[in-house]
């Protein structure tokens, strides 16, 4: 079997210990198993270059182009699964991809609906956010495409879509006000601790006031991996409003971060992507994950000490399982 992999580790609903890569490993133990859906990959080997950086709206500086090595690996001649992990909010990337891939196509010039090409698959591998200024539009695609193909997409959790759940609890007003919580030096508690930064630490060196907004700034810089976050979903509200970004003030920046997995309303296009999306998924014989599968965690399903040796049960259950934690969640 092969696995193709984007992020390591995972743990509970609330919160979530995760590093991201973008690899590929070739797993020789899994026994045999009976395929959801045969597919091939549309080439041998290809190497795209696509820019990683964001050039949209001030303040965001270029960063290096980066590399996207996707393995394709014949399996039914008529059939193309097209492959993507790792968007993370670059808009940019994204239509980068879209003009190479042989699977997706615009339905519009706006480029606000994407089309699935005939006798094709898609697999988006997680992490939709956090590096760009097009979390809410590349999110909402990926969920529209989804609902348009359910049979013929399959978008994967990752970690930079999960730990956005945490945002309910830790911007709670109790959180806010919990002097335990603003000095707690044990979290993030899956960092070294001398490179934990307190709330009030942040605070201090970034001479702010104890607002949501600048907690949400500690929590984006400081647990999340992304900093500058904040400001560039400022310059995404306002490019989806027409306006300037400097009328966007950083009430509705917090907002629009809260509202994305709130349980009730028209903005949590976060949510809606976790609840669309799976842990992992099988097409022929190529396992999707986010994370390593090792000799370690292969079979492995939270809550049970029985590994699970087949790998269309360990997938089903691990799906399950996810799918039980966020019915808890709402």
């Given at each position: 079997m092969t696995v193709i992999r984007g992020f390591i580790g995972f743990s509970g609903a609330r919160r979530f210990a995760l590093t991201s890569l973008f690899a590929l490993v070739r797993v020789n133990s899994f026994p045999a198993f009976n395929p959801f859906q045969t597919c091939s990959f549309d080439g041998k080997v290809q190497l795209a270059k696509l820019r990683c950086g964001s050039k949209e709206g001030a303040g965001i500086p270029e960063t290096a182009n980066c590399v996207a090595r996707a393995y394709l690996r014949s399996h039914v001649p008529d059939s193309v699964c097209g492959y993507l992990t790792d968007v993370e909010g670059n808009f940019e990337y994204f239509e980068d991809y879209v003009a190479?891939?042989?699977?997706?196509e615009w339905e519009d010039q706006g480029k606000t609906a994407l089309r699935l090409k005939d006798n094709a698959l898609f697999v988006f591998g997680g992490d939709s956010?956090?590096?760009?200024?097009?979390?809410i539009r590349f999110t909402t695609l990926m969920v529209a495409l989804k609902q348009r193909y359910p049979d013929r997409v399959r978008l994967i959790i990752g970690n930079r879509d999960t730990n956005k759940l945490r945002l309910?609890?830790?911007l709670s007003d109790e959180a806010m006000a919990s002097a335990a919580v603003r000095n707690d030096p044990e979290f993030p508690y899956w960092l070294p601790a001398d490179k934990?930064?307190?709330?009030?630490?942040?605070l201090a060196a970034n001479g702010a006031e104890d607002s949501v907004a600048n907690r949400l700034r500690w929590m984006l810089k400081e647990t999340m991996g992304a900093d500058g976050a904040f400001d560039r979903r400022r310059i995404e509200l306002a490019r989806l409003r027409g306006a300037d970004p400097s009328h966007v003030t950083d009430?509705?920046?917090?907002?629009?971060y809260r509202d994305q997995v709130a349980p009730a309303?028209?903005?949590n296009?976060?949510?809606?992507?976790?609840?669309?999306?799976d842990l992992a998924c099988i097409f022929g014989r190529t396992l999707f994950v986010h994370g390593a599968v090792t000799a370690n965690n292969a079979g492995a399903v939270?809550?049970?000490?029985?590994?699970?040796?087949?790998?269309?049960?360990?997938?089903a259950r691990l799906n399950s399982w996810a799918r039980d934690q966020l019915a808890e969640f709402r």
């Open positions: 190479i891939s042989k699977v997706l956010q956090d590096k760009g200024p097009g979390d309910t609890s830790e934990v930064v307190t709330p009030a630490g942040f009430d509705e920046v917090v907002r629009s309303g028209g903005g296009f976060a949510l809606r992507y976790l609840e669309s999306a939270p809550g049970s000490n029985v590994p699970e040796p087949d790998p269309a049960a360990w997938v």
